[in-house]
């Protein structure tokens, strides 16, 4: 089966900094990776997703980078805010249907 | 837009009480989920419907569980008897199969304690 985890629990960074978030799977037929945010006291958010025929996606001041070879998948947060506080989860599997999450990483912006 | 609305958002009940949570997906959707989420063992799937039928009902932890979608608009997920160890926050979600996203759109929780 799939697992999917997180190299480190917590991150702290320094607003405005660029904030880089790990995430390695184990299952190398999955096809499909999401990343979603959960603030405190709220359900997860999706902030961008990537298929396995994709290296890099960018979004809105995010990018997720896929490397299938290490299967290892990393969020990229440029100009970090304080709003960017949370805990981030990766979650992957084949297809959307049945997704498997990481145990997330808690990101603490530094004033 | 009304998102996934859960009910209720805390719950507290002693062990052996049947415990029914609720969810209302959004709209169009035809997907809904059910998750656990706890610190130990983070977000679970529990079970999953698509346009009401119960697609995987793996993650259900036993016979206790049990979850209903009678309708595209409604789901209720129920714990009979409840223990401690399912203090938890469940969390349902919803998405439009098929699109071009496996986006979850997701509540805002029941938190559990089952004391």
């Known amino acids: 089966g799939e697992s999917v985890g997180l190299h480190l629990p917590t991150l702290s960074v320094q607003e405005g900094d660029n904030s880089i978030i790990n995430c390695a799977y184990s299952?190398?037929?999955?096809?499909?990776f999401i990343w979603y945010k959960q603030e405190s006291g709220k359900g997860p958010q999706f902030i961008i997703d990537?298929?396995?025929?994709?290296d890099k996606r960018q979004g809105q001041r995010v990018t997720v980078l896929l490397n299938k070879t290490v299967k290892h998948l990393s969020l990229q947060i440029a100009a970090t805010q304080p709003g960017d506080s949370a805990v981030y989860f990766c979650?992957?599997?084949?297809?959307?249907?049945?997704?498997?999450f990481g145990q997330g990483t808690r990101l603490t912006i530094n004033p | 837009d009304a998102g996934v609305i859960q009910s209720p958002r805390h719950e507290v009940t002693e062990m052996g009480q049947e415990v029914t949570l609720r969810c209302k997906p959004i709209?169009?959707?035809?997907?809904l989920f059910w998750y656990r989420q706890t610190m130990m063992r983070g977000l679970e799937l529990l079970i999953y419907?698509?346009?009401?039928?119960?697609?995987?009902d793996s993650g259900m932890p036993e016979d206790r569980f049990s979850a209903k979608m009678p309708n595209a608009s409604f789901s209720t997920l129920k714990i009979q008897p409840s223990e401690p160890r399912d203090s938890a926050v469940y969390f349902c979600a919803s998405s439009r199969k098929g699109s071009s996203t496996g986006e979850l759109f997701f509540g805002e929780g029941s938190r559990l304690t089952v004391l």
């Open positions: 979650a992957g599997g084949q297809g959307a249907q049945k997704l498997v």
């Open positions: 419907f698509n346009n009401n039928v119960p697609i995987d």
């Open positions: 299952n190398s037929a999955s096809d499909y």
């Open positions: 990537i298929r396995s025929n994709m």
């Open positions: 709209s169009g959707h035809n997907s």
